[in-house]
């Protein structure tokens, strides 16, 4: 089940995938698991297990055809289901996230920003709009978008949420230190730097 | 044992912190997890579960002492034991990173930025220093900081990471889209916004 898969395992992936990209086509042709494990300095076992998420069948003595394991990883991480998502806040954290370049490589395609800063809304940044906040709703549910990243100040994260979610937001990336309240069947995953910062300190 | 309490609870700490800072001093003089629980939309038995975290002690009929409570939370988030750290990288993330107000009521100080651009080196962003990159190592021995956001390209995270090990730091809060490699002792928490965007846009 995709949904099943280890969040440091879903982070690896892209990372092997930038390794076989980088090798010289059809040279080698078949690579093993060990292989790709020593080049990367990572453990054989944890690289067959992270590899056996995607449909790629590495053979005992052979390893795994490159070009098929590319494919395998490619289509897992949804190259070919790419999520649209919106960023909510071009702020310092929003303006970050629209010049991130990775997101690709996770099948997701940021397509747009919203901002109530009159000197941000109407540019460009990175080939991708910034609307006003005011259109927010509308754009959300012309572009059918169900991915939103919320990025806006503490004080109107909640208010800025509920719209996202009458607008037909199904799951939040939420940067704001705040537990956002949503209704069933909205999912909500926190980034919340200063208690992660936190639990780090306490560990020392 | 501090180490143990969950992230959820932590991150409601300073919640209920700003609460009951927020009443009028004396009035009332106690207060109950259930008006707690009620003026902040959460339910009872987890408000009592988050602050049997702290010292506190509510009271059957009375509820807590809200001074107490205050102090007592306080004390808990480290108020009294600040936790200095540095940002590495001063772009984007970590620019937005250095204007946060928040990380006080966790107990953390930033103490300063580095950055390799020689238009932020020198400068001060909210009375924070910019350093030049080549000063880390120096400074945050100078500072004895033991915790560390690296916030800097994912190309040069490794060799970022490896410079403040070996200067020190213990506990690093990465944003680099990469597994970093540190010796045992030395903790990372993993800040990857595109692999939890992929995660949410998985359980679509």
Redesign the interface.
Known sequence: M??EIP??S???L??YLNYLKSLPIGNPKNISSGAIAKAL?LGEVLVRKDLAYTTAIGKPKTGYEVVALIRAIEEY??FYSV?N?VIVGA???G???M??K??S????NIVAAFDNDQDKIGTMIEDKPVYAIEDMSKRVMEYEV??A?LCVP?EVAQSVADVLVDSGV????NFA???L?VPDGV?V????????????????
Not at 105 to 108: A, L, T
Not at 189 to 204: F, K, S, T
């Open positions: 995709r949904n969040e440091i879903l982070r690896r892209p990372v300095k991480l949804c999520s998502a702020g310092g954290i303006m970050a996230l010049s991130y990775g997101f490589n996770y099948g997701i169900k991915l990243v503490v199904k799951a939040i990336l230190p705040i537990q309240r999912k995953r926190d980034m919340d730097v200063a208690a992660n910062l936190a639990l780090l300190a306490r560990e020392l």
